[in-house]
Structures are given as C-alpha cells and as structure tokens.
C-alpha cells in the first residue's frame, strides 16, 4: 500500500510539473500572440517570404517550434497594401512541398487568418534530404511576379543547416541576394551547421543570423531581435544586382550640390555583391575612377586619395570633364563587356552653354544619360530634356537641394533603374 500511495504521489507530481511548464508555455505564447504592431515595423514596406526546413534532421518538436516562431513574427507586423506583405510560406525537405502547394498570401491582411493557416496541414512536415538551395532558387524566382519592386524584399529561412549540397546552397544565395533579396536566417534544431547559415544569410551575421536551437529558449527576445533588425534598419531605396559601370560628372558650379546629391543616393542604395558597381567622380578638382560607391567625400574631400587626378578650374573644365567621362567609358568595355554605362550629369548655367555637343556625344556613345539640371536658364530646359535616350531621365532640381527630398529620391529611382536595366545599352568597342 505504502508503494502504491509513493507511485501515486510521483504520477500526481509529474502532472503538476507537466500543467505548469504547459501553462507557462501558454503564457508565454498569449504574450506574444497579442496581434500588436511592433513599434519598429509600422508602416515599413517589405515582401516577406517564410521557407521552412521540414528534413528529416528536423525533430517533430523542432517544427512546431519553428511553426510557433513564424506565427509569432507575424503577429507583430504591419501588414497592408502599402506597408508589410507576407507573400507567401514553404516547406522543403527533397524538394519544395507540393502537395498541398506552398501558401499564397500576399493578397491577405489579416494576421489571425494567416496565424490560422500556419499548420500541418498547410506546411506539412515532409521529411527527407535538406535540399535548401531548391526552396531559395523557388522564391528567388518569383520575384518578378510576386514581390512588388517599390517594397524591400525578404527571405527568412529556418533551418539546422547541413544542406545536402551546400555548394548549390551557397551559390543560390548568392544569387538572390544579387536580386536584392535581404536573407535572414533563424536556426532550429540539434543537428547545427552555423558555418552555411552565415553562407546563407545577408551580412552582417550579428544583424541576420538568430538561433533559437535550446528547447527552454524563450521566444519573445529571439521575436524582438529580429524584429530590431528587420525594421529597425533604414531600408535601401535601391539594391544593385547588375553589373554597371556609374559616373558622376559636375562642373565648378554644380559640385557642391552635386556631393549632396550623390551621398544620398550613395546612403539609399546596398550593392548586393562586391564589384558590381563601379564608380567614376569626375569634378573639376578630382577625377576618381574605378571605385566602389562612397560618399563623394571619400575620394574627393579635403583628404582626397592621392591617386585621384586634379584639374585646374578653366572656361574648358566642363568640355575637359566630358571628354574624360566618354574616354572612361570606353575603356572598361574590354575589362567588363555586359555592364550598362550611366553617366548622371549635373548641368549648371555655365556648364551647358559651351558643351551641349559634347553632351551629345556622350548619347552617341550608347552611354545612358541622366541629366540633373541645377537651374539653367528655361532657354536651354527643352534642349536638356531632349538629350537623354529616355526623356523621364531629366529631373530638375533648383535652389536648396537638402530640402528637396521628394526629388531627391526620384533622383535615386532614376540612377537606380539605368543600373539594374536588364535590356540597358551594351556598347560595343569600336
């Protein structure tokens, strides 16, 4: 008797620790499904798409987990046509799921409903090869269709890692992340490859890699971080993802405006692989070719690189600048055939009167123009908007231009879409 009444005790025991660690769970789940907008999110724009490793190195507990994690992240978003979108959600495992197909979602707002969908049955646990590098070249393919160019497009990939071809992996990465895909990845499970998760993720690692592999680990200051990084971080207006070939070419009396101007842009936009883009500065007191994108201070501040060749100030500089600028231009074609050329020009009154057939020049150079007028007489304005080969890449900006940011940004599109134009100019060396 007296042993029956010790079992009793011990069962009742364990059941008592069992509704606790229950119910601190469901505490800790209510806290954070309380639907609220996380502060940092309101009103950004992103396209967010959730890939879920359901391999067989994934322990049923660890799914669920991974489940839980994903409706809690998108509980704290802000979602509508014009801020956040959940595109959609996959599993993978050999392959993309298939039956059912992966969850479409972009066309809905609601978050219980999309909380609602996250399940078994809709993200099934399928088991087998870890065979990550199919489920990002699946998104990354769908980019065109699916994510809308205006938003900041997101990947978030739970996985252990250890995929079956981490090459393959690594590779597709790559590639998405040159469509300016911002990759996030969260680790689940025991069977941990850390190394391809910093393969996989966008850099810096501190800022896109979160582990959340320790069972008892508490979700909400996992959610928090990476909700910090998701929306916290200033997003860029522009991801380069095409080779190209950028100079910026101002005169005398433009080149303070034209610095501005050209640190915006350099402060909105995220080269999405190292090399793609290089830069040419050709002002009157410093010509700096061949260079990553910086502030215009960088190579031609009061502590200029040495290297960067210096002109005098003439009536000839802007004439000098523009035959500099094709001369250039030509010269990469035999080192980087495929790039699209865009030269931005900043054209003040003393720059135009002398030098609009060498602006012409440029155009016959299949150099695609962006002509930045800075307050010429209305005598020249019809002249200038008819140089450029697209006449929607000539914007006018007069007066303050720290002000003026609605053009500013507009200036940044422009630049933008000249560098990542998939059917751009091609020169050809003659």
């Known amino acids: 008797m007296e042993g029956r009444r010790q079992l009793k005790a011990f069962i009742c025991l364990l059941?008592?620790?069992?509704?606790q660690c229950r119910t601190d769970r469901f505490r800790e789940q209510q806290e954070l499904l309380d639907y609220r907008t996380y502060h940092k999110c309101l009103g950004k724009q992103l396209d967010i798409y959730f890939i879920l490793d359901a391999s067989t190195s994934i322990y049923s507990e660890h799914f669920e987990r991974i489940q839980e994690l994903v409706r809690h992240i998108v509980t704290k978003l802000s979602l509508g046509d014009r801020?956040?979108?959940?595109?959609?959600?996959?599993?993978?495992s050999d392959d993309v799921q298939s039956t059912p197909p992966p969850l479409q979602l972009k066309t809905v707002c609601?978050?219980?409903?999309?909380?609602?969908?996250?399940?078994?049955?809709?993200?099934?646990h399928m088991k087998g090869k870890t065979e990550t590098y199919k489920a990002i070249r699946y998104v990354r393919?769908?980019?065109?269709?699916?994510?809308?160019?205006?938003?900041q497009n997101v990947m978030v990939i739970l996985t252990d890692g250890g995929s079956h071809q981490p090459e393959m992996t690594a590779e597709e990465a790559e590639l998405a992340r040159r469509k300016g895909f911002l990759i996030y990845v969260i680790g689940v499970g025991i069977y941990l490859e850390p190394n391809e998760w910093t393969l996989i993720a966008s850099d810096p690692d501190s800022?896109?890699?979160?582990?959340?592999?320790?069972?008892?680990?508490?979700?909400?200051?996992?959610?928090?971080?990476?909700?910090?990084?998701?929306?916290?971080?200033?997003?860029?207006?522009?991801?380069?993802?095409?080779?190209a070939n950028l100079y910026f070419i101002a005169g005398p009396g433009g080149a303070s405006r034209a610095y501005h101007l050209i640190?915006?842009?350099?402060?909105?936009?995220?080269?999405?692989?190292?090399g793609l883009l290089r830069v040419g500065y050709i002002f009157d007191h410093c010509n700096c070719i061949d260079k990553p994108l910086a502030r215009a201070e960088t190579y031609c501040g009061e502590h200029k690189y040495t290297e960067c060749l210096q002109y005098p100030a003439s009536s000839k500089t802007y004439q000098t600048l523009l035959k500099k600028a094709r001369d250039y231009a030509r010269w990469p074609r035999m080192f980087r055939s495929q790039v699209n050329q865009v030269a931005v020009l900043f054209v003040d009154e003393e720059s135009i009167i002398e030098n609009w057939r060498d602006i012409n020049n440029l155009v016959a150079e299949n150099i695609n123009l962006i002509?930045?007028?800075?307050?010429?007489?209305?005598?020249?304005?019809n002249f200038l908007k008819e140089i450029p080969q697209n006449m929607s890449n000539y914007i006018r900006i007069v007066g303050d231009v720290e002000s003026q940011e609605y053009l500013k940004e507009r200036l940044t599109k422009l630049i933008c879409q000249a560098i990542n134009d998939r059917y751009g100019c091609v020169p050809t060396v003659q």
């Open 207 to 243: 800022e896109y890699v979160f582990n959340v592999s320790k069972s008892n680990q508490p979700l909400l200051p996992v959610v928090n971080s990476f909700l910090d990084s998701l929306c916290g971080a200033s997003l860029a207006l522009c991801n380069v993802h095409n080779a």
């Open 110 to 124: 609601s978050k219980m409903e999309i909380v609602d969908r996250i399940s078994l049955d809709n993200l099934p």
């Open 15 to 19: 059941m008592v620790n069992f509704i």
């Open 141 to 151: 393919l769908l980019q065109d269709s699916e994510f809308r160019k205006e938003a």
């Open 371 to 381: 002509i930045v007028d800075l307050g010429v007489r209305y005598c020249f304005t």
């Open 83 to 92: 801020s956040t979108r959940i595109v959609g959600m996959l599993t993978y």
């Open 263 to 274: 640190d915006t842009f350099a402060a909105d936009t995220m080269v999405t692989s190292q």
